[in-house]
């Protein structure tokens, strides 16, 4: 068979991302990472994933499949000295009707990262900053009505926050940026390419969907479990130890959990209050009717239109996120978008940045080292 140059090129990077991942060292983690890892570039055809084609998705190709080595140590680990977000001087600057507060650090081109729902700014993991920041400049900031950043009067919409990060841009006279998003910064993400592709130069989608009729929506007893919870929230009422143990086997995923059994012990106390104290019932409210109307199925998505801009693509997933936003969204968009790249990480759920932060990094600078 004879193998283009772009094939060259995407067998090249995938086999550099497996060489590396086998030689990272867990003694931090105090328990091996055995997972597999899929990266996908879908411009040209080498092997067809049966558990792609499953969902009806046969035009994805160049899957490369890789098995990292958990017990081998690694003595030339760079991650020695962590970002430490909470060090990183805090500024704020006034764009349309809010007072956005930010943090920049690191060196290179810029790269913006977009939140997941109820995260402030310093919830990203001091690994993945790292591994990010040491050839890139880091743009967080915190949503408005989260955090430092005032709540303004402009009606909640996923179109409103895309737009506060242009705003930001050009506050910062940033002309274009990489532009990645998490869970409800996914959303986020990819409103704000389509609405304002001259400022991205790449789009990551990390936990996302692309909504609509191509999106693979949550179970129903899922959304029944956030809107309880969400109602309690809001209404002051205590959420239950189980219903907390819901959300972490939902967040981690039923393979972290039997790597990790003591994720499961959660304090009888504990309530999403008390987990995100950045974030207010109202602001909590708002986020997740924005998760409800990003997944509504009278919605056409934002999948085509993604397709259109061709913006190099690259989407992750944790394998067992089957219930906040199933991962095999994360084929859907891949699969529309041409030249995507698609990695699923094993034993991974919803919360696969904060579980795979270094790993996670790893692949990012990879993939945004072949960005012109």
């Known amino acids: 068979m004879t193998v283009t140059y772009e094939q060259a090129i995407v067998i090249y990077l995938s086999l550099y991302i497996l060489h ?5 060292v867990y003694s931090n983690r105090h328990v091996k990472k055995n997972y597999i890892f899929i990266i996908a570039a879908l411009s040209t055809l080498i ?30 680990n760079t991650t020695t000295a962590l970002v ?10 006034h764009v349309g009707d809010i007072d956005i507060a930010y943090k920049v650090f690191g060196k290179g081109d810029p790269i913006i990262l977009h939140s997941g729902g109820s995260d402030t700014m310093n919830g990203w993991d001091p690994a993945l900053l790292s591994r ?7 743009i967080v900031f915190d949503y408005r009505g989260i955090g430092n950043t005032t709540s303004g009067t402009e009606p909640y919409s996923v179109q409103v926050l895309a737009n506060d990060t242009a705003g930001l841009m050009d506050a910062l006279k940033i002309q274009k940026a990489n532009v990645l998003g998490y869970s409800l910064g996914a959303f986020i993400t990819q409103q704000f390419a389509i609405a304002h592709p001259d400022k991205v130069s ?16 949550k179970p129903a007893e899922f959304y029944k479990l956030q809107a309880d919870i969400v109602n309690k929230t809001v209404n002051n009422i205590p ?3 189980d219903e907390m143990k819901q959300l972490v086997v939902a967040s981690l995923g039923s393979g972290w959990i039997k790597l990790h059994p003591e994720s499961l012990d959660i304090p009888e106390n504990m309530t999403v209050a008390a987990a995100k104290p950045g974030l207010s019932p109202e602001a909590m409210n708002n986020q997740n009717n924005l998760g409800l109307a990003w997944e509504a199925k009278n919605w056409s998505g934002v999948c085509d239109a993604e397709a259109k801009l061709a913006k190099p693509t690259l989407v992750i997933a944790g394998t067992d996120d089957n219930l906040y936003v199933p991962h095999a969204n994360a084929l859907v968009i891949a699969s529309k978008v041409p030249g995507a790249w698609l990695v699923q990480i094993k034993d991974a759920g919803h919360a696969v940045v904060n579980q795979y932060p270094e790993e996670i990094g790893k692949i990012l600078n990879t993939f945004l080292s072949t960005i012109k």
Request: with cysteine; aromatic share 6%.
């Open 47 to 76: 092997v067809l994933s049966s558990s792609i084609s499953n969902y009806g998705y046969y035009n994805v190709a160049n899957i490369v499949y890789g098995q990292a080595n958990s017990g081998q140590a690694n003595s030339t």
């Open 202 to 217: 790449s789009v990551i989608i990390i936990a996302g969907s692309c909504g609509g009729k191509d999106g693979i929506p």
């Open 84 to 93: 430490n977000i909470q060090n990183i001087p805090l500024k704020k600057v």
């Open 132 to 138: 990010l920041s040491s050839n890139h400049t880091v």
């Open 20 to 24: 590396h991942m086998n030689r990272i």
């Open 239 to 241: 959420t239950t130890a």
